[in-house]
C-alpha cells in the first residue's frame, strides 16, 4: 500500500498591506474593503505553514534537513518581512495584497528556489490572524 | 496547471449539551456516555472553522469578502450560541448533540445561506475542546 | 536577597452556568446579563490555573510533587466538571456562576483540601475563555 | 484577610508602525532599529490585555459588566485598529511607537474613559507578538 | 452525495531522541545532523493527532467512544512517553528517530491496536515543536 | 505617581532530563519521581520567559533594544538546548533538575550577563509543558 507523509514548517513574520483597487472611486474602495483602505496600511504577524512532500531518504531519517528547508523559507520571507507590502515590493502593483493573493505569491516564490532531491513544495497556508487563513497549492 | 484555493474563518462560541439517548435505560446511557449524561448538561467553548473554495475576483483580490462571510456564520451560529443543545434548539431532538451530529447540522446550516458568486462551503471543522474535533465535508 | 518561587498547574474542565438574579423581573434580567440568561444555561471549557508557593524540598528538588497537587486540583473540580453550576452544585443558590464568583469558590475548595508542607495556595487564574479571566488571592 | 481580584480582558487589533529617530542620521536609525526603520512601516497583529481591580457587586456578581467593559476598549483601539500609528495618530508625532510606548499610551486612553463604580485600571499588557509583551501600570 | 467525517483526538508526551547515523563518522553525523547530534539526546514535547475515519452510530452519535479510543492511543504512547527513543525503544535501533519516521511508527502502533465497528485510522499529525509538524498516512 | 513598566520576551528550546536522588534506592526514586527517572531521560520543548524591568530611554523609546536583550538569553540558552541537562551541563551533578531548580539557575545565569544601562532581570517564568509553569525572582 502506498505511504504518504508531508512535512511542514511554520514562520512568522511582520507585514504591513493597504487594500485599495485604483480604478475605483474613494467610495467604492470604502464600501467594499472598509477599514482596510487606510492610506498608510495597518499591519499583521503572518504565519506560513510551508508544506513539503517527498519520500524519506534512508540515511537520514528525513525528508529534507531542516537546516536546507528554513533557509530557502527565509530566503522568500525576507522581501516581505518588517515591510510595507504594496510599496516596498514588486509583487502588489496590479494585485491587491488580500490573503488569498499573497498566499499564491509565497507559494510560487518558493517553489522556484527549492531544489531538494525529490522534494516539492505541496502547499501553503497563510494565516493572516490565527483566525483567518487561507490555503494555496496545485 | 489547475490551482486551489481555500478561505477558513474561525468563530467560537459556548454552548452547552447532555448526551443521552431516552431509548436506553439510566444504566446503560451512563456506561456509554458516562459523565456526559449529567442531567442539566454541561459546557463547552466551540470553535468552528468554515472553509470556502472558489475562484479569486481579480478586482477585490478576494473569493468571498469578510464582511459577508461573517454575518453568514454569526447568524447560523446565533441560533446555538449561549444555548443547551439539546432544550434550546430543534435539531437534537433524536440526534444526540455529539461532535459528529453537531458538525454536521453546522454544514448544513451554513451551506443552506451561503449564496456568494461561485464561493461554496467546502468543510468545517468544529472543535468540541482544543484537544477533540470532527471534520465533515460532502 | 529573599528569593520568590511559585509553580503553576493549570488543568480545563467544562460546566454550563445561567446568570439569573432571582429578586429581579425577566426584563432586568435580561438588560444585565443579556444571551447569558437563557434559562438551560450555556456553557465553557474553563481552564483553571493554580499558583502555589513555597520552599524547594533539597531532596527532590521540588515545592511539591506535581503527583501530589494533581489529584487535589482534580478532586476539587470533580465537583464542577461537566456540571451545570447553577442547578448541579451547593456553591450558586444565592451567588451568580460568573466567573469573579466562581474563582473565588475554587480558591477556596483547593485552600481548605491543600496540605503539604510548607506550601500554600497563592493563587488561582480562571479563564472563562481564553479571552476573558479572573485573578483571585487574598 | 484582605481577598483581591483582578478581571482581563484579551482583545486583538492590527496596527502598522516604523520606527525612526527624526534627529538622527539615517546610519545611526538603521543602526539602531535594523528592519524596523523601513519607510512604510510594517504590522502587527496586537493583543491588548485589560486588567480591572475592584469589588465584586453582590446582585450582578460582577466587577464590572463586560457589556460595558469591553466598548470601552473597543472605543479606545477604534483609534489604533488597521492603523499606520506614526501618521494616522496624534501620539506619536515625537514618541517612536515601540511597544514600551504604546502600552503607556493604551493605558492612559483606558483610564481616561473607565468610569465604572469603584472599578479602575490596574494594568495593560500589551503583546506586540505571542513572544513579545510589554506591561505597564500605575 | 456521500459524507465524509473525520474525528480528531491530540494528546502531548514527551520524549528525547538523539539523531546519530552509526555508518558515517562523527564530522558527516555534526555537518548533518548539528545539535542533534548531542550524545545524551535532547527532549521535546510532542503531540499526536490521531485521525479516524467510519460512520457515526445512530444510537450514540459517534464514530467512536472517546472513552474507547483515548485508552488506544495512550497504551500506544505509553512505550514512548518519558522515554530515549533511541535506548528505551525498539523501533530505532537502524531507524534514526526522527519526525517522519516517528509518524510512521506511531501510525503503524495505533492501526494495530484499533479495532473497533468499520472505524479506522485515517492518519496521524505528530508535531515535534509547535512549528514543525509531519502527516502520515496510507 | 510612579510608573512601572516591564518587558517580556519569550523563547523556546529543547532539552532532556532525568529525576533521581542518587542517595535514595531505586524503589525510593520509583515512589517519588514515578515515570521521570527514566535512565536516558525524557524531553520537553521549553519556553523561558525573561521580564526585565527599566526606565524608557527617550531616543529608542525602549527599555533595552531586543537586539540587545536577544543575544543575551540565547547565549545563556546555549549551554541548555538540545542537551540532556544531568549530563551535558554542571548545573545538576547535585541538584535534581526539576523545573522549580533549572528556573533559579537560568535566572542566575541571566541575570550575571545583562548589563544594559539601568536595565535588570526582574523575574524569569520557565513552561515545562504548556500546563506546568515555575516564576522566579528576587
Given at each position: 500500500?502506498?505511504?504518504?507523509?508531508?512535512l511542514?514548517?511554520?514562520?512568522?513574520?511582520?507585514a504591513?498591506?493597504?487594500y485599495?483597487?485604483?480604478?475605483?472611486?474613494?467610495k467604492k474602495?470604502?464600501?467594499?474593503f472598509?477599514?482596510?483602505t487606510?492610506e498608510?496600511?495597518?499591519?499583521?504577524?503572518?504565519i506560513?505553514?510551508?508544506?513539503?512532500?517527498?519520500?524519506?531518504?534512508p540515511?537520514?531519517g528525513?525528508?529534507?534537513?531542516?537546516y536546507?528547508?528554513?533557509p530557502?523559507?527565509?530566503?522568500?520571507?525576507?522581501?516581505?518581512?518588517?515591510?510595507?507590502?504594496?510599496?516596498?515590493?514588486d509583487y502588489?502593483?496590479?494585485?491587491i495584497?488580500?490573503?488569498?493573493?499573497?498566499?499564491?505569491i509565497?507559494?510560487?516564490?518558493?517553489?522556484?528556489?527549492l531544489?531538494?532531491?525529490?522534494?516539492?513544495l505541496?502547499?501553503?497556508?497563510?494565516?493572516?490572524?490565527?483566525?483567518?487563513?487561507v490555503d494555496?497549492?496545485?
Amino acid at each position: 500500500m502506498a505511504e504518504y507523509r508531508t512535512l511542514t514548517k511554520r514562520l512568522e513574520f511582520s507585514a504591513s498591506h493597504r487594500y485599495w483597487n485604483k480604478h475605483w472611486s474613494k467610495k467604492k474602495n470604502l464600501e467594499i474593503f472598509g477599514k482596510c483602505t487606510s492610506e498608510y496600511g495597518h499591519g499583521h504577524n503572518y504565519i506560513l505553514e510551508t508544506t513539503i512532500e517527498g519520500s524519506v531518504d534512508p540515511d537520514t531519517g528525513m525528508m529534507i534537513n531542516i537546516y536546507e528547508l528554513k533557509p530557502v523559507i527565509k530566503s522568500v520571507l525576507k522581501e516581505f518581512d518588517h515591510k510595507f507590502l504594496n510599496e516596498d515590493t514588486d509583487y502588489f502593483e496590479e494585485l491587491i495584497p488580500t490573503t488569498e493573493n499573497f498566499a499564491k505569491i509565497l507559494y510560487e516564490c518558493i517553489t522556484e528556489k527549492l531544489n531538494s532531491g525529490d522534494c516539492k513544495l505541496k502547499k501553503v497556508r497563510l494565516y493572516e490572524t490565527k483566525d483567518l487563513f487561507v490555503d494555496y497549492w496545485k
